[in-house]
DNA sequence: AATGAATGAGCATTCATTCAT
DNA sequence: AATGAATGAATGCTCATTCAT
């Protein structure tokens, strides 16, 4: 019989990846130190590698677990809504989860413009570098004319979440008085609007 | 007298400079070696030590130079132009600069994320949030009824760079094909008019 | 009643020695690892503690069996036949159980040479430096005039097991290409004849 | 100007290599700690990686260190001597050498026993399995009749470093009474003249 | 007996920075 | 100013062994 039970090495494994996320939030990927990650879920320094292979494959697990969580609290999307609201519950959700790991969602930002290419494979298992789900929204916008149809659906698709990121860095930026709540509705305003008037 | 001239010495340090960005660029900040810029450089591995304080002290430099190029490079814009070519020249301007240092661009980008805004600053002299002259063409803009008036010029200025910094994010994620020279315009296009049909 | 029956836990056992013999062949003594041979031999890591004490304690024990097995397989020896075709057999069936546990026992070599004395008495039980076996071949064939009497039984002993012992580091040698099976005929001329003319 | 002359620093090098060479002995290539080496040397921790690049590194250099030596002490071979007094002062050349670095001479033998030849190939730099100084003795007592001709220079050569080697294994073993002094009269009777009768 | 999670000592290597020359 | 040897703090990862179940 095992030492613990299944159930307390899965709840282990929580403990692990939340004070990952803490860690890596507080000092980075270079920065945070694995065996401060196992000792802050009260485990022996070494512990940590029975539930992961390295450093970077508990980064990983930790941008996993960020993703699932947002495809969890995105829920279902009303497609009969206006695409402003299915946009508006999408990028709501998604400011949600990003408050909920603020910091470390910081980080994982940080990583994603590491230098190399083979690292960064590394650290993320894979980036598809357009949402599915927000595609799919701006594709139905554009067949009910709701949205232009000059540019692909991917276009569009491209510019909302360039939008959003660029919102975030903005919110990031030092001194920044651009808190996560208002991004939303702004992005929404822009994306949809534009500057020019109308 | 002297060892070496003052030329000599100006010019060690620019050798300096352009050996550091390089390998920033391609090693990022932490990834960056103190030894190899400076062997890269021409000059002995302490050497840089007289011309920097810190690492830090380095990358705080090359951010400078940087910075500088690209006041040297916008030029002058004519107030007279409609806002869509002001923005335009300013845009094409930086993506140029930002296209000299590339990789460079990447790594700064990236430090802006860092974890401790005490780093950061340690890292970076100041950070003017909003772009000075950027907001002068909005705000002649709005005066000539050109832009929506509904957003302060600061807000509509912001859209603009978070748009930018979302696109240049876009373009340095990894197997993006979109390119530093198609941002102005499509920056452009999606800031003006934004996605709905009109 | 036990959980397993004697049987069972004597296969256990010898399952680990072979899983042993293996590992330490593959990896050598440092390079093994505790873990994958109680794995190998198909128990649980921590399983292979039950049988022993440590990782030393395995090893001797492999080292014990492989001598038992020299023992077996040398036989009874005919004490008639020339002393040439005595040594012969001896040195053959030595060879032979050398090549069953081929790499182990290049291992067990290696240990021998370990660098302090109180590591090898925790890793062999004993070693006995003359091989009684031999020696009485080496008495009967000096008595019958086959062999030198100018030098004792023990040198002369000693002389052989040196030889045979320097071949097979000669053939592990990397790139070696001397064989465990030319071994026996080359010592023996050697051993007999020399290199002198004659 | 460096910190220390250059005289100093091949000091340094032959310090560290001094201290390797009694750690190695002391503790075998596993066990020996790199930073103790250094310290040992009276430099600090880090300073034996100014000089060699990794442990496998330092012990490459003490065996080269070993090789020159012993190249050193064997001078010149008088090519006009029979051939037992030109063996005899090679042997009795390698095993003053080998008496010099005693322990480290065990630690060296028994590293080459290493399982894999793949860390063995990081250890030496090449193994170069004859002895060309001894094959061309051989060869020419040969060309004198004074050695056999049914082998050749190749098997005869092989022949006394295997006998040689065993003499070490033996007078390695735990609680030999063989000394190294002992080695090159015993190797050259047996290797000239075998263990039969004449 | 069997299991396998937990433990924590141990270690090679890196590299920013110092400073004697 | 320039040099480059010396320094030593810092850390990811391994693995023999323990022991609760």
Redesign the pocket.
């Known amino acids: ?6 159930s ?2 899965a709840e ?1 494994r929580e403990r692990l990846l939340s004070a990952a996320a803490a860690e890596f939030a507080a000092k980075g990927l ?7 990650i ?1 000792v802050a879920a ?10 992961f ?6 980064f990983r697990a930790v941008i996993e677990a960020w993703s699932s969580r947002t495809e969890e609290v995105r829920g279902e999307i009303d497609d009969e809504a206006p695409v402003e609201d299915q946009l508006r519950s999408i990028l709501e959700a998604d400011m949600q989860v990003t408050g909920e790991i603020e910091e470390f969602a910081r980080t994982a930002f940080r990583e994603v413009l590491t230098a190399s290419p083979e690292e960064l494979a590394d650290l993320l298992p894979s980036w598809d570098p357009v949402d599915a789900e927000i595609q799919r929204v701006v594709e139905n916008a554009q067949a009910a004319g709701e949205l232009r149809s000059d540019r692909s659906s991917i276009e569009l698709t491209r510019f909302l979440l360039s939008l959003t990121n660029g919102m975030l860095l903005e919110h990031w930026f030092p001194d920044s008085d651009l808190t996560l709540e208002e991004i939303p509705e702004l992005v929404l305003d822009y994306y949809l609007d534009g500057a020019r008037t109308r």
């Open positions: 019989m095992p030492r613990v039970s299944a307390t090495k282990h270079d920065g945070a130190r694995v065996d401060d196992s009260g485990l022996a320094k070494g512990t940590i590698y029975n539930y292979d390295s450093k970077a494959d508990v």
